[in-house]
């Protein structure tokens, strides 16, 4: 079995994507298409076959057929024959090699006799085994041992793995591999809330999900996906047919507490055998493994199925791998984390704790909060005891993620990480965010780095200023003249460090100057619309026109920019247009910046009752 990585930088942290390759050697197994076409049992029903290894379908009877020994006796018969030429050839010493027809008629009936716990015929077609037979009837009864009910069973299962490796099995990496992947889906099919075909389709979506996510050939991560799946089916389907079997199509739902140490025993056992055959890469790659469908598994897990009897199983496998020297719990915690599985992050939680290993929490909960993973987040607070809520919150607000934000604030965060979360959600223009956060950020931190923070969101903004704008509209600081002049001084400042682009927005528009300028436009439009109603040559005649309308015409423009700009500060352009035109229309002069409601007060009150508010967009201003 052949391991496939592919791996991307996503949000700081990397992102794993493995699928198993099923066995496409030259020598007499040909490809998995091959197999299933010419090895599916004679219904062809899906329910009824297991690979008898990666590829081929085998039938599997709760009894072995009739004709079992006959069948037996014909293989025998060949092999013996094929022996005999060897020997005619004067090869006695070179190794055994079957045909491709014999080694799939020795697998079909080593698989038989296997699930129906007949070890003496299983023991005596090892004897016709060939090297790569060898290796394929390992890795069958190493994948019934996640099966086993009973100590006899488990005397059988073990006996059987010693005579297969006494007489040369040598594959125990493909071996471990494959049965930790199937452990994994055995202990994750005890969750009964999705059907297996409901699960192979959720769990295809998911996996096409995260390797879009990665970076890499289109065929290449086509080709995965398909691989993957197509492993996953054999694994469904072998947990179905194994539980046929044992004539309880739910045994396998209901594992009991001595159940599931047997089969950590056999499982134990295989790894006492294996001895030194099997290295750190291969548990690291094994635990990872194990792990790669639980995170896809993950929506059809019931609450709390970390702590129930059904994840015994993978806990205790989770923790021989790691005994045995896999390194990569964090790594797979991390992946756990982005994917939002939160009872496998709550399981290696559990084993990095009792293996005093690291596994970085607060990262964690960097990945979990980018993908939205609430679930997982409050698992990685609660039982992870992460507590780095800033970057995590500043990115949310930064993206616009309102249901991330409000669960931090309901969590608790310090004064500062809400101020700096405001910064963010202010540079990437999130205004609904900034309104949110806004009131709960206290206001002697507003007064106390107000410059700063409107300084920084002009730098980090990607071209788009409406969050400035919209600070400054809301009165931040709570005090116009305060928030005035907080951005005249910005826009009057000779600070390199300051964005161009922010001082010449203010300059523009928030600024003492830009208020003069406002008043100056101002006055220059009146001037123009007294022009027009003197010697206009317009055939309707303005002057006869009844007052609303005309002021309607001269600041109907004007009055929606005011309205539309909502919040409760307008601009410094706007605050000076309007001053004049109300000087203009009433006689009054309101130059007090905290008279801006005032002022569209009176310009409203001149226009038609059916023009006003029409436009607006912020019905509170």
Known sequence: ???????????????????????TEVNGVGTLTDEIQGFAAAKGEASDVVFAREGPFVKMESRLPA???????KLKSRVTATDSELGKKDKPGQDKKLSRQDRIDLGRLFQSAVSSNDWALAESLILLADPQALNDALCITLDSIWFLGTQQELYGVTGLIKKIIANGAYDFTRAALRTCFLASCVSACQSRTMSPADTVTVMALRLHER????????????????KFQKFTEWALKCIDCHSRCHQNKDKVGQSSAVEIQLQLSAFKNFLDLAGNQLTGKDFTEAFDAACFPLTLFSSSFDPGWASGISATAIQGLLGMLVE????????????????????????LLQIAQRNSLDVDVDLALGFASHYCKIGTMECLVDEGNAIAFLGPLMRAAERGCMQVVEWFMKR?????????ALTAATSSSQVNVAAYLLPHVPHHVLAALS???????????????????????????????????????????DDEAVAPELKAFLRE???????????????EHYMNIMRILKW?????????????????????QMYRECVDAGGNLLSQRLRGQLVEAVRRLDGRVLREVNEGRQLLAILEHHLPPFLRHPFSKNSSS
């Open 1 to 23: 079995m052949n391991k496939e990585m592919t791996s991307a930088e996503e949000g700081g942290g990397l992102i794993i994507s493995t699928t198993f390759e099923m066995d």
């Open 67 to 73: 004709d079992c020994g006959c069948s037996v006796n």
């Open 211 to 226: 390797l879009q996510e990665c970076n890499g050939d289109e065929v290449l991560k086509a080709e995965a996906g398909a």
């Open 324 to 347: 045995g020297g896999a390194d990569n719990v964090n790594q797979c915690f991390l992946e756990a984390s982005r994917f939002g599985s939160t009872e496998l992050v709550r399981i």
């Open 412 to 420: 608790g965060c310090r004064d500062m990480e809400l101020c700096l």
């Open 451 to 493: 410059i700063e923070i409107l300084k920084a969101a002009g730098e980090r903004s990607a071209g788009s200023l409406e969050g400035v704008a919209f600070l400054l509209r809301a009165d931040f600081l709570g005090d116009p003249a305060a928030t005035y002049a907080v951005a005249d001084s910005i826009a009057r400042s």
């Open 509 to 523: 528009h928030w600024s003492e100057a830009a208020f003069l300028d406002g008043l100056s436009q101002g006055q």
């Open 536 to 556: 206009g040559g317009s055939p309707i005649c303005l002057r006869d026109l009844p007052a609303p309308l005309r002021v309607t015409i001269a600041y109907l």
